[in-house]
């Protein structure tokens, strides 16, 4: 849901380039050459369960979520159930202080399950907040009851996509456009009760970008919020398998980082270090190619309300992944802590009514594909068989 903050090809090799870098020993070139693969393999095993709820949940937890934080327990004691508590040992409390971003994930969680069982004919229906809830923080108590029953309903073809979907992180490109019937098609799969609503003039679309980039400034400029970014930094292979959640830089070029010692946690808090200076520009150039954007308002800020904008998002970023269209949120201006207040509000006073919450904001536009995001197993999620 947060833009994760991998450098581009074109602006990692800039770092290379600096002379900075020795030829890496036949060791490290080894190294430099291989995936994540454990961290990737929840990917390729999705489906392989013979329990159904299993199945479901295998797909579940490809869903999106705020820094990939991956803040789902499951607990499948009863037949047929399956209840949700969120992890409280995952959230982010200073860029996401009230949970709002935590919930949404949640929301895009189940709405994931939900059309992983239709493929197995299964219908499942959800009691939110079942003993109640907190606006102020998420707490132990369940988030959702999922209940699983045979249903005639149709096959949603959005699952087709689940497998496929991507947050696409590296700058647009700037010469095609998003055309309207694309925008159209992607609002359409919006059913769950928010409203979507979308810019691709060229106009509105600038100035939208220029409200990004000065949100993304905002945030990397406060300290307590740009280091918890920092902080799920997971920097090359080791990391990122032995930590399959926070925000990978994985692939050669990362690689060489790592084991020569350029890129460290240490470095990138460091305002004055080029692996923060080449970041920065890399990062604030995915602002600045959005060639459209699209965001979700609800009429409230329950945490319902959160939970239905989750399910409307994940359908959104499915149907776009369908049509070829690249989503990246930037969720920078919907942040609720005091630096971000006069953004926050002028985002508000753009894209909402009064009373009304922007849940998600993102950029559109096309890029290559790149490679799915890290994911702990499902084995590591369940709390009880």
């Known amino acids: 849901m947060k833009p994760k903050m991998n450098l581009s090809r074109r602006k990692t090799l800039a770092i290379l380039g600096g002379g900075m870098i020795v030829a890496a020993t036949a060791a490290s070139a080894y190294a430099m050459t291989r995936l994540p693969e454990a961290a990737l393999a929840p990917w390729h095993k999705a489906g392989n369960y013979d329990d159904p709820r299993m199945r479901a949940l295998s797909y579940a937890i490809l869903a999106p979520n705020p820094h990939n934080r991956q803040p789902w327990l499951v607990d499948l004691s009863v037949p047929d159930q399956v209840t949700l508590y969120v992890d409280t040992e995952r959230l982010l409390p200073h860029t996401d202080p009230f949970n709002r971003q935590i919930v949404i994930g949640l929301g895009c969680f189940l709405e994931v399950m939900r059309l992983a069982a239709l493929e197995d004919g299964l219908g499942v229906t959800f009691d939110l907040f079942p003993e109640g809830e907190n606006a102020d923080r998420v707490d132990g108590r369940p988030v959702a009851v999922a209940h699983f029953a045979p249903t005639d309903e149709a096959r949603d073809p959005l699952f087709a996509q689940v497998l496929l979907r991507r947050t696409l992180k590296d700058p647009f490109d700037m010469a095609r456009t998003v055309p309207a019937e694309a925008i159209a098609g992607i609002e359409a ?43 799920l930094f997971r920097i090359g292979r080791a990391e990122i398998n032995a930590n399959p959640d926070g925000i990978d830089f994985s692939g050669p070029l990362f690689e060489t980082l790592a084991l ?97 919450t922007v849940q998600m904001f993102a950029r559109l536009g096309y890029a290559a594909t790149p490679l799915p995001a890290p994911r702990w197993p499902l084995e590591n999620k369940i709390i009880n068989a």
């Open 260 to 356: 020569t010692g350029l890129m460290t946690r240490e470095s990138a808090l460091d305002m004055n270090s080029t692996v923060f200076r080449q970041g920065m520009d890399a990062v604030l150039a995915n602002c600045d190619t959005a060639m459209a954007h699209i965001w979700l308002v609800t009429t409230g800020n329950t945490r319902a309300d959160q939970i239905m904008a989750g399910r409307d998002w994940v359908r959104l970023n499915l149907a776009a992944t369908g049509l070829g269209v690249g989503v990246q949120p930037l969720s920078q201006a919907l942040q609720e802590y005091p630096e971000m207040a006069v953004l926050y509000a002028d985002v508000h006073e753009r894209l909402a009514g009064p009373g009304q």
């Open 189 to 231: 799969a919006v059913i769950h009760g928010s409203a979507a609503a979308s810019v691709n003039d060229e106009r509105q679309v600038a100035a939208l970008r220029a409200l990004s980039h000065q949100a993304l400034v905002i945030e990397v400029e406060t300290p307590v919020t740009y280091k918890e970014s920092v902080d």
